[in-house]
């Protein structure tokens, strides 16, 4: 970086524009310390533009708890986190959000149970054994499934996996938890199977050249030497696959089925925090308990994608330090 | 080097257990594409019919139970761009300040956690702030704008990523070069380096836009609205979105039965949409690729 | 330093007109070239001549390169081992490698000794440990390690890793052993070490050795073979190469004129 | 002129038509529309977010303290009456419930078809958001004010719910009458078959009025517009929408 | 090629007790070396030994990478260059570089070459097509270049590239040129073009090139620098050093012993 205060050199050749070195004369109008004051002033406006990140996130941290503070002048933190019955809008209402957060929690773990083998299985497909050609074409694909629209999938599933879901197993209703989890799982995959599939990208070759030197088959150089050595990231791409998970909504809304009870069996319906929020915030009146209630769910709801994200960063650099 | 192993052959009990391993690596990737092409076959082959030219161009009519979406088309794009009119300046910005100038530090850790943990906010949550900040604090009200803020800051982290990305790929070398020509690190970045990861900028950007078009969580309380009769005129007008349209006329609807067609056909247009701009994204990434290759 | 006539030695690799391409880059044109049993044979050439290429083809190594497709054979006790029904896990476990930049696996050391054993099925604990000391101490690094067996393996230095690595390779055992210029990454003492290893494994193993150091081929080699452009130029007794190159390429090379 | 209307979906069919005939009467006036249910629409009068809130229940003694602290003074306009009624699949062999079976089987206790003179089926209960009105004139007229089960399915819309009866066989929910149509079987309340006849002579038992809220007495285009609904043939285009007309 | 003793010309640069620290690692310990005007003089040693720190402290390119700190001075032209109040960037202007591996800008032939002129705020077209003409010619590269100026550089075959990137350091009238190993990545004929091009410069510029190649060092320098394990071994004149090596180490390295 240059020094404000810098000194200049005077060359000795001749060039048009440089100082004449015959006279000696100063021709060069690029003093050191104009630059500088220029470099200055890019480096410290681009400074000042990545500190929105932290505005944007600080702003959204502040106005989740300006709104959904005063929910706790009318609900004490325990009843609201573990009350067993959320009736927002009865006389006397109740605001208990334990079976919106076990919906969260359910939908979330059963889709994982689909979304981590069949996304880590694909990354290592596409990483390690599909032939380059093919790996060009799918991995573009699994970018598009990401780049579906949330209420397409929902919208799709609520009109052609649910009423499927209902005739196969033969149960009352298909929009229920075990219905979302699948469309959930769709939508977290590509999360995972591409963030995996970077992490065993970034295993060194030597690694597998070294192990099938040895005599190792290739799915034993996956298993006992890529896989373990991109174990970072692939732990990184579970957790932030089911923060996207927790976090997703219009999925959740349209097929969950919208009972906010505590989910029994998985093909009970269920009521996530995230479909709640989008359903009645509609109906809440600005600022009143409700509506303070909802913003209170937010935060619980942006505490869980946090304590993900957290979770996310310490396994990347837990792995990375023993690797 | 590309590095593939599909040339191997195997013999014994060993060479087994990778056959099955490597058919049920097989089924999961194959399953996964398929449930793309399930979607996407679907939603075409139903909503395919519902398409015309009247479809795209006329307002809706009869209760929304007839006529076209072009004001969900116009406000999704509308909404879409606002978002990126944020959050492109904001992200490249911050990008560059964070791959060229700043990589340690405490300050910069603490834009790093920011970032990360906007990337992992769920959508709703953004909704709710986009409503209390944008909507009621700065009293912009259910408006194009505040669906667009919100949209914009909730693009933010996937345009830093994108752009830090495609700053990390230019070669140290080009830096060094430029620099040891005499030209300073604002002229570096802005001659060599910003133009060399300008493909990837640009494919971070307009994937991010399609994202944002195909959004609907944040918008349901910031800017979308079930029906108005005009097209957006004004930043400050409510607008109808096709991802909100598709949620309303899917459950909320007055005949959700008869309007089914209506619902593909939307779906089809904003995944065509959506689709797209991916499109477009990957061919000016090749495009600008190999504009300077031989 | 002994150097024998190459025909005192029985041929236990040999390659017939082989060529390599990437593609449609030929990378190597019809080598033909025998290795000595229990000899050092040392691969010679400027940057891109085609030495690591050839020496990949020796252990179907290319295999895992996209693209590549070779012509000719390479034969090995008996059998072409370029045609397609050789099963190249169990080759590969006669014909080991050993290469440019220490790679040892991000786990313990001595997992990583052990790790050929345990692909291979050798499940006995004893066995195991007793062989990954065995062959610790052929790579003449069981003294500095043999303390801190479970620590991981990147925490050595480089020599250390290469030589760990020269151990995990002789761990399975291998008749042939490929080096891809083992020491270039290394600081001088750590070359000493490697090279002095080679002369005493090469009482138990055949080595065949890239190098870009010209120094170093005829310190270590029984026979050298020059490489230019994908092509084998000259290949002879090491000492006579070095005193008295046949061909003017071989000359100008090893002189310094190029390279 | 711009008007902006939002709240009960039961309103909503009745707001199009009426809304379509007044832009074609008055082609200057654009009028926006949302559903979301009773609950928004008294929510967009007190945020004065609409000019219009549609609501299906009357408002509630919260909402108006809510909306008096921020100066506003909701206003409600009876623009028609309606029924409830509780609908089923249309292969469901049952046709009359009594209004305690209803009861009983929305608080959960009663949960098999055959409890009611059915076939051996699980009851998939459907419910309504508590943003509908519809929902709370159920819950006073049917529950009696005791709560739904957690376990219902909820659904955000009138026709929300008819789609979901149509396509769940063990379905119960309740609609209001302008949205019955051949996909659902409507069930007889008490052996009495909810009709515009039987709530305006009182013997269908869930029956009650549809409200249009403003902010203060209405003035200029809003007047006008609920003037119309409340004209001749505004009450017509009432009927058309599948509502019962106030006379 | 001429070898003049190193006293009949000026000193145009010196370093003092250069030390130089990666974070806590000392990558070069106190190093004093003169550089003389108008001559080659050739850094020497083996890999790692310091060779490219301490030639990217001569233009403070070694700013870049975090961490770096470096005590002792540089001079030239009477000043500590390594002095915080130093403008760097019209240090590069005077002490232009040439990169290991060709590494021109993703532009087209010309505008690699005009870089440093426009970057310097010259706008004037035909000054600018002047001075980029010349430096192709100085570079030598000017005649297979001259019909394709507009062509992107990345077209270019290797050797081609490092002559552009001379040519573009050039353009902006350094007075000296450092060079990083300018021909380790090229096949022997566009070496050889390299190693001329150096005798030629040598006329108009004072060159430092590192070298891996000793006998590239013998050819194109006139004084030799033996670099080893962040120390300076040796310095002398090229044909004494490598005739007559003081040192040991020196010996041992310039021998093929190790390296
Ligand atoms: N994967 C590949 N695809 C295409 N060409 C390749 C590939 N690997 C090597 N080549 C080319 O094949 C030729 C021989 O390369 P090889 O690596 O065998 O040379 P080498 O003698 O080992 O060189 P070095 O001394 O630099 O290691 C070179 O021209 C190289 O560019
Ligand atoms: N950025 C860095 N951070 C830490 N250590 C470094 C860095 N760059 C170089 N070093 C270390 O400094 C020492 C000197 O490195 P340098 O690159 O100067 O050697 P060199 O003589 O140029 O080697 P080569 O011939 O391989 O180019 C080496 O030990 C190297 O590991
Ligand atoms: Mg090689
Ligand atoms: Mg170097
Ligand atoms: O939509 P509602 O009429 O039930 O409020």
Known sequence: MTHPEATEITPKVDLPGWPDTKTGQKKDTLTGRRTAIGEWLAESSLFTISLISILALGLIMLFLLMEGAPTFSFVSIRDFVLGHFWYPTDEPPDFGILPLILGSVSVTLISSLIAVPSGVMTAIYLSEIAPPKVAEVLKPAIELLASLPSVVIGFFGMVAVAPLMQEVFDIPTGLNLFTASIMLAFMSIPTICTISEDALRSVPITYREASLALGATPFETISKVTVPAALSGITTAIILGMSRAIGETMVVLMIAGGAAMMPESIFDPIRPMPASIAAEMGEAPFRGDHYHALFATGITLFLFTILFNVLAMSASRRFRLKG | MTFSISKHILSGRRGTAQKIWFTLFRLAAGINVLALFAVIAFIISKGFSAISWEFLSEMPRNSMTEGGILPCILGTVCLALGALAVAFPVGVGTAIYLNEYASQGKMVGLIRFAISNLAGVPSVVFGLFGLAFFCTVLNLGVSLVSGALTLGVMSLPVIIGASEEALKAVPNTYREASLGLGASKWQTICRVVVPSALPGILTGSILALGRAAGETAPIMFTGAVFFTPDLPSSVFDEVMALPYHIYVLATAGTHIGETRHLQYGTALVLIALVLGMNLFAIVIRSRLRNRNRV | MTKNAENTHDTILQTRDLSLFYGDFQALHEISLPFAERQVTALIGPSGCGKSSFLRCLNRMNDLTAGTRSEGEVVFEGKNILEKKIDVVSLRRHIGMVFQKPNPFPKSIYDNVAYGLVVNGIKNRSVVAARVEKSLKQAALWEEVKDRLNKPALGLSGGQQQRLCIARALAVEPEILLMDEPASALDPIATQKIEELVLELKERYTIIIVTHNMQQAARVSDTTAFFYMGKLVEVGDTNTLFTNPVKKETEDYITGRFG | ?247
């Open chain 4, 1 to 247: 002129g711009r008007l902006v209307i939002k709240g009960s979906t039961t309103v909503l069919p009745i707001t199009q038509k009426i809304s379509e005939a007044y832009m074609a009467a008055n082609p200057e006036v654009k009028i926006s529309l949302s559903g979301g249910g009773s609950g928004n629409g008294i929510k967009a009068v007190i945020d004065q977010t609409s000019d219009i809130g549609n609501s299906s229940r009357f408002i509630k003694g919260k909402e108006v303290k809510l909306a008096v602290e921020k100066g506003v003074l909701p206003v409600p306009h009876r623009i028609a009456l309606d029924c409830i009624v509780p609908v089923a699949h249309p292969g469901n062999p049952v046709t009359n419930l009594t209004l305690d079976q209803l009861k009983q089987i929305y608080l959960g206790k009663i949960t098999n078809w055959k409890e009611v003179g059915g076939s051996d089926m699980k009851i998939v209960v459907i419910s309504r958001d508590s943003s509908s009105g519809t929902f709370d004139a159920w819950k006073s007229l049917v529950m009696k004010k005791e709560r739904v089960t957690p376990r219902a399915l909820t659904q955000p819309s009138n026709g929300g719910l008819v789609t979901q009866v149509a396509t769940t066989k063990g379905a119960i929910a309740y609609i209001a009458l302008g949205y019955l149509n051949d996909e659902v079987k409507a069930l007889d309340v008490n052996g009495v078959k909810g009709s515009a006849e039987t709530t305006l002579n009182g013997r269908y038992p869930i029956s009650r009025p549809l409200f249009m809220f403003t902010n203060g007495w209405p003035k200029g285009e809003t007047l006008s517009f609920i003037n119309f609904i409340l004209s001749q043939k505004g009450q017509g285009l009432v009927e058309e929408a599948g509502s019962i007309p106030l006379y």
